[in-house]
């Protein structure tokens, strides 16, 4: 909990309690990995008060520890790569993607109501700096799932900013979303950046939202956008099968996610979709293709794939393991090809 800063910052969640990250202390002590907790976001302000009475809007009532598998995993035989690197999980309790900034709180049903989710991710910043030795980092990865995903495309270059002379790199996992115009989610997009000040942490993102109209906003918050500033060593973590992309911006149904055979013709079409637009994405940055950036992009319905186990570890594309895929991208070792993108759905037999 960081509670000293409530007051010296601001910093709080939705409900007003302190903003808060669980930190794992690991032998080597300059390498740190910073995990982006997901959960969606809000889209109006009665969403926002819901959240707030939960985890996802307050620091109440949370669990002392907290233990993840996949790349958070501190066994070795499971994450050899990362296991014994600082482990920093942020908390994800303002949902505005650590980006909001309303000064004042406002009021729903009576409930006083925070956002302050860019003061949140300064605070936590300055804890891991004054307490855990961030200053000192030789090495960090900036990462996380989901919605954690799209904060990791807005604020890996902040954090990089932040730790002048350190080697960080972005591995963004489940936050590529190859968003429609007219879509559900560009509407909600466009109304969390118009309703909690996301002016966000880069000038890039300041600038974009600046120059948009009101109704393409959403395009400032998408890793379609992002991805073409990122100027860091990047790796996209995501299913061309994602199962919260393919219910709430491919509309396909929970049906067709529980039993794929009903809706074959449609979920091919979608992998199909997904790809031309990661492809067309890619060629926006030049370390795509010049031995800088890298990805993982398997054809099975899954949504966050680097903090799963099995997905991180067992799962296969052409024989290569997400785990060793991301290592060896991280290592610069070249032991295993920077991009595995698997063969078309549904024909990864590794996927069940």
């Not at 109304?191 to 909690?196: D, F």
């Not at 570890?313 to 090809?337: A, C, M, Y």
């Amino acid at each position: 909990m960081l509670d000293e800063y409530v007051d010296s910052m601001g910093s709080r969640c939705l409900d007003g309690s302190a903003p808060s990250l669980y930190f794992g202390k690991g032998k080597k002590q300059d390498k740190f990995l910073f995990h982006f907790e997901g959960g969606a976001w809000c889209n109006s302000w009665d969403a926002c008060y819901k959240r707030s009475l939960g985890h996802l809007g307050s620091s109440k009532n949370l669990p002392a520890t907290l233990i993840k598998g996949g790349y958070l995993s501190q066994d070795p035989k499971e994450n050899p790569n990362f296991c014994d690197f600082n482990l920093v999980f942020l908390r994800y309790c303002d949902g505005s993607f650590f980006a909001g900034d309303l000064k004042q709180p406002f009021k729903v049903k009576d409930k006083q109501l925070y956002v302050r989710g860019r003061s949140n991710l300064y605070a936590m910043l300055d804890w891991l700096t004054k307490h855990a030795g961030l200053k000192k980092a030789s090495e960090v990865v900036v990462s996380g799932g989901s919605a954690g995903g799209i904060a990791t495309f807005l604020h890996s270059g902040f954090i990089a900013d932040y730790l002048q002379g350190v080697r960080v790199v972005s591995a963004p996992d489940a936050g590529f979303l190859p968003v429609d115009q007219n879509s559900a989610v560009a509407k909600s997009l466009n109304w969390l950046v118009e309703n909690m000040n996301i002016s966000g942490t880069s000038d890039y993102l300041k600038e974009c939202i600046s120059k948009s109209p009101k109704n393409k906003l959403w395009q400032c918050m998408s890793g379609t956008y992002l991805y073409s500033k990122m100027k860091m060593p990047t790796f996209i973590s995501n299913s061309a099968l994602d199962s919260w992309q393919l219910t709430n911006i491919a509309g396909l149904g929970k049906e067709c996610i529980k039993t794929p055979s009903k809706c074959m013709s449609k979920l091919t079409d979608w992998q199909k979709h997904f790809m031309n637009v990661l492809n067309n994405t890619l060629g926006s940055n030049p370390n795509s293709y010049n031995g800088i950036n890298g990805g993982y992009n398997p054809s099975c319905i899954q949504h966050e794939q680097l903090q799963n186990g099995h997905v991180y570890s067992k799962q296969e594309i052409k024989g290569h393991t997400l785990r060793d895929t991301f290592g060896s991208w991280f290592h610069n070792d070249k032991k295993v090809p920077r991009w595995n993108i698997d063969v078309p759905y549904p024909n990864n037999p590794t996927c069940k």
